[in-house]
């Protein structure tokens, strides 16, 4: 099976690829359109400035080639929020394969929300073997709200889309390369979608 990870230059790419190591997968670091296109899985990973991030795959073309992929793409923090249709981050237009916008966390809320929370209402493959309750740790400052592309969702002064899915693209806000055997059993789901 082959695994591409795009490079955008947007962070958390090492223990991603330590991830899918232990799970006896190699995660191929690529900005190359051809090798997206013909991997067998697309991880589109993210950590950092939403506005920034777009201006790198507009530079390299990846903002016209991630929502014409056909095989199944997992964003994954930023790359789930780069997803969606805008972000207040910037004020950035996003790739718009989600159709919802990503919002600031109220300012009552201590900002980011960094550690363990639980995920509820699961509903995709994603979660096979899986049951709500479960905990995934985030680090953002940014949500993407509830809207019927929502596969789960998680409650920090507000319930929001801690997943989505739209046909082949996945998006999880949290780090299932972070969050022990939980994350692991997400990544395994995804690769054997």
């Given amino acids: 099976m082959k695994v591409v990870l795009i490079d955008y230059g947007a962070g958390n790419i090492k223990s ?7 799970l006896g997968v190699e995660g191929v670091l690529s900005s190359n359109p051809e090798e997206i296109k013909q991997a067998d899985k697309v991880i589109f990973p993210g950590v950092g400035e ?16 991630i929502p014409n992929l056909k095989n199944p793409v997992l964003g994954i923090c930023l790359g789930m929020q780069l997803m969606c249709s805008k972000t207040e981050e910037g004020s950035t237009q996003g790739l718009n394969i989600f159709d919802v916008s990503v919002k600031r966390f109220n300012s009552d809320l201590k900002v980011p929300q960094m550690g363990w929370n639980t995920l509820e209402e699961l509903n995709s493959p994603l979660f096979n073997n899986l049951d709500s309750g479960i905990y995934m740790y985030s680090v953002h400052s940014f949500y993407a709200a509830l809207c019927k592309h929502t596969i789960a969702q998680t ?25 022990s055997k939980a994350g692991s059993k997400i990544l395994t789901n995804f690769l054997e979608l």
Avoid: C, T, W
């Fill in 16 to 22: 991603l690829q330590f991830a899918l190591e232990r």
């Fill in 50 to 65: 939403a506005s920034s991030a777009m201006q790198k795959l507009k530079e390299s073309g990846l903002d016209i080639i």
């Fill in 155 to 179: 409650n920090y002064g507000i319930a929001y889309s801690s997943a989505l899915q739209k046909d082949n693209f996945y998006g999880v806000q949290f780090h299932p390369e972070k969050s």
